[in-house]
DNA sequence: TTTTGTAATATTGTCGACAATTAACAGGCC
DNA sequence: GGCCTGTTAATTGTCGACAATATTACAAAA
């Protein structure tokens, strides 16, 4: 990645970063390896890639121009993360879920968001509420007037917020990494206004658990928060036959 | 690792593979990067590297006669699985951590293990039941006969079973991965015969619960059995003041 | 003796080339 | 016509060399 234009393959659109990403300590220097990991990272959680894709290594090397060494590096991470799908000489692919998939990664994804909901009801740090707060006002306001991309993007960063306050690091990872293969899905399960203002008022339902000093409830509620959203984005995958 | 000699750097005793690992299927040809990875990450496990001991990627390329470029993917894979951390331009390390991170590490186990424990119970599957079973006898046998290595060694591997039974792909990685990080603590959290027969019972109150068609008790044996487990390796590790 | 700056060394990062393997395709055979 | 088989093209796997960077050793000064 010389040059920071790069990007020509890829849709010329260059709002990456929009999502935050990794187990990055904060803003460090990123290696090569791992800045070419998360604009692919990036393009494959916003849907620019398809699934089942294939990514070929001389394409994006030749996109970043640099040598396939980093590349194949960038690809494992992605791996690690669960985005692509690395095949033994058969190289590497969008990762593909059918819905019993999708069903098991939303499984375990309540759980650990149950388990950050409640560490972080337990430490209760300020500036971690601070956050929270502000998080559900802005999902509030866009459950009214915004749209499903606005609202799912609000979503997904609340929930990362939730990791992080939980102030366990794997934990945190592990979910980070959840939530990115769950995005997709996710969208589709908040495509309608009534499930966007259930997934509201869960929200407002775990917000007020943290503040009242319940980890319990928080779990609960979390838990509930994406029960519902699996629930709804498994019943449209099953709908639409995308076995 | 053209001959399967190897090993120079390395303790000379080569018994490997003791340990079941990876997400890999079963048992299929791996590339040589995850034979390499395999190797190494079994060796961590097992102790014969020390936490926080610098690997060095001409070492490990000149111990199993390939250049580093597989090396290079080998350290990105046990990245991945926890068991090393790669820092920019300064190599790679094998993980070692501090009290609080390895009962962060084991906080999220006792989670997932129970949820997996609790998807075991709702599946029921035959084949996995008669291993479950088998694998408590040879438990409490060792329990009573055996010293502290086989034991932990025993638990560690019906706890891999207990995941396999979940039947969640996701799931049994993440636990298997869990595992791997924490068996260095949970050996130390079973070296009193006196742990060992808690563990015991713990394991025959699982299998109950299992059998008799109780999910939401076997995830509360589960997590309890984790939890012990926890509490003393956490308090041992306070003690001798590893922080 | 401790500290600090500089040089030497060791190690990781990246590259381009070649080897090995897989996938695609054309031609022959039943 | 469909299926097998050998050839060709495309892609991944591995390697050794060089560049960039970090670590160490050492010496000089405080």
Redesign the pocket.
């Known amino acids: 990645m ?1 040059a920071a234009k790069a990007a020509s393959t890829a849709p010329a659109t260059d709002f990456d970063m929009v999502y935050a990403w990794s187990p990055s300590p904060s803003a460090q220097t990123l ?3 791992e800045q070419i990991a998360e604009r692919i990272g990036n393009a494959i959680i916003q849907g620019r890639y398809e699934p089942g894709a ?6 994006v ?1 030749d996109q970043f ?6 590349v ?2 960038a690809l494992r991470i992605l791996e690690r993360d669960g985005l692509v799908q ?7 692919q969008v990762t593909q879920l059918n819905v019993g998939e999708v069903n098991d990664l939303f499984e375990v994804r309540i759980s650990l968001i149950g388990l950050a909901a409640r560490l972080a009801a337990e430490r209760r740090d300020p500036e971690f509420l601070a956050k929270m707060r502000a998080g559900v006002e802005r999902i509030s306001e866009i459950a009214k007037n915004g749209d499903a991309d606005a609202y799912t993007n609000a979503v997904y960063r609340q929930n990362l917020l939730l990791a992080e306050g939980s102030g366990n690091r794997f934990l945190r990872n592990m979910v980070f990494s959840l939530a990115h293969q769950t995005l997709r899905y996710s969208r589709l399960g908040l495509s309608t206004p009534k499930r966007r203002a259930q997934s509201m008022r869960n929200w407002r339902l775990l917000l007020a658990a943290i503040q009242g000093n319940a980890p319990k409830a928080a779990q609960e509620a979390a838990e509930k928060l994406v029960r519902d959203s699996r629930d709804t984005a498994v019943k449209m995958l099953r709908q639409e036959k995308v076995e």
Chains 1, 2 share one sequence.
């Open positions: 010389k290696s090569l390896p294939r990514i070929q290594e001389q394409d090397a121009q640099v040598s396939r060494g980093p194949r590096e690395i095949h033994a000489r058969r190289g590497a």
